[in-house]
């Protein structure tokens, strides 16, 4: 039986790879103001207080970034700037010799012309590259929990695999997110993130969420593995699943 599972998922693996040859792959791009404010005109009127419409409206009011978070940042012909800075508790990152800079109320995508524009009274028509990483807690069934550090438009499922995958108990499908010791999305919005491919900045998460991996029930969820999370997911799911025992 055993081997008849691991076939099955690797069947599912290899249909898997075979799609994503088709489909344009690459990261997604990060969610813009309007996009969001267009997001949460368009929910319908029974979601417009739930969890998805909870989160774009405090992406809008406060922006996306928290302290502990990490900026990336690149000043092309600066060697001074173009370093990693951490967000600071009261959410400004400071760079050698000026003024510290807020972050409070910039969304991811605003980042590169918002610092752009801040560095502008330092120097001559800066070349700025900007990259944030958010640092995400990974709890329950997965073979290394602990804190990952990972880019806004990886996909959820990254967030599996940057745990060395799931253990031998572990379903995906009984992820839940947390925020500050509250559920923001249960195992079915997050099973939802998963078969749509979306992305941490899709999710509106931050520094600080937690996703927390439950243990599967006697049913088999081997062969949907591959089919909600991805190649990489897929592989690194086979590997915890088959490789402890």
Do not use: C, W
């Not at 070349?127 to 602990?146: K, T």
């Not at 969820?221 to 591959?226: K, R, W």
């Amino acid at each position: 039986m055993r081997v008849l599972l691991a076939g099955a998922l690797l069947l599912a693996v290899l249909a898997t790879t075979a799609a994503a040859q088709e489909a344009p792959g690459g990261p997604h791009p990060l969610a813009t103001r309007a996009q969001l404010e267009k997001q949460l005109a368009s929910l319908p009127p029974d979601e417009k207080n739930g969890a998805i419409a909870t989160v774009i409206r405090e992406r809008l009011l406060n922006g996306d970034f928290l302290p502990g978070d990490r900026i990336q940042l690149v000043v092309v012909g600066d060697t001074a700037f173009s370093r990693t800075f951490s967000v600071r508790p009261d959410t400004t990152i400071e760079l050698p010799n000026i003024d510290p800079i807020s972050l409070h109320g910039v969304l991811r995508s605003e980042l590169d012309a918002y610092l752009d524009q801040k560095l502008r009274k330092y120097l001559t028509n800066p070349d700025v590259q900007a990259r944030s990483l958010i640092r995400l807690a990974v709890v329950g069934e997965v073979a290394r929990p602990g804190f990952y550090d990972l880019p806004p438009d990886a996909a959820a499922s990254e967030v599996i695999v940057a745990a060395g995958g799931l253990s031998p108990a572990g379903d995906p499908q009984r992820t839940v997110v947390k925020r500050n010791n509250e559920t923001i999305y249960n195992k079915y919005q997050v099973r939802q993130f998963y078969i749509d491919g979306a992305s941490l900045d899709e999710m509106g998460l931050h520094t600080g969420d937690q996703f927390s991996v439950g243990r599967r029930g006697s049913t088999n969820v081997l062969p949907i593995i591959a089919a909600i999370s991805g190649i990489a997911f897929a592989v690194a799911a086979f590997s915890g699943l088959f490789g402890g025992n």
